[in-house]
């Protein structure tokens, strides 16, 4: 069976698969690929990648604002674990943060492609956890 019908519970033998992908269906399929994966709303992400460099001011680029690699404590002295979905759960020592598609996006795109961003966005968001752990 397919990796992406695996994760999504879909069955290989039937003719009609699902067109499009819901955002929960996205979340839990990127925390199978990787449990220290988490979407937040962009908005939410860029305010964490902002705070946690010191950036300041409005006229700058957000440096990897789709992804963002970050200690669990550092993620908790910016937002509260409600805000970004989290509840009462017990936080992996490091999270890697993707920005969630947008809805009306997510609804103009085929699960395969939404995937397939997700995927990238993770796996380079990995490659900088692997960086990051070679030169410390």
Known sequence: ???FQQILNLDPHTDVIEER???AELQRA??????????ILPRILRRVIKQDCGLTGFA???????SYVIDRQSLLNIVEPDEIGLGGLVLPDKLILIAQPDQ???????PDQA????WRLLFHARVHLAVHARVH
């Open 104 to 110: 009306r996006k997510l609804l103009e795109t085929s």
């Open 1 to 3: 069976m397919d990796s």
């Open 21 to 23: 992908i819901t955002l």
């Open 60 to 66: 700058f680029r957000v440096p990897h604002r789709k």
């Open 115 to 118: 995937l397939v961003r997700c």
């Open 30 to 39: 990127i925390r199978t690929a990787d449990p220290r994966a988490r979407l």
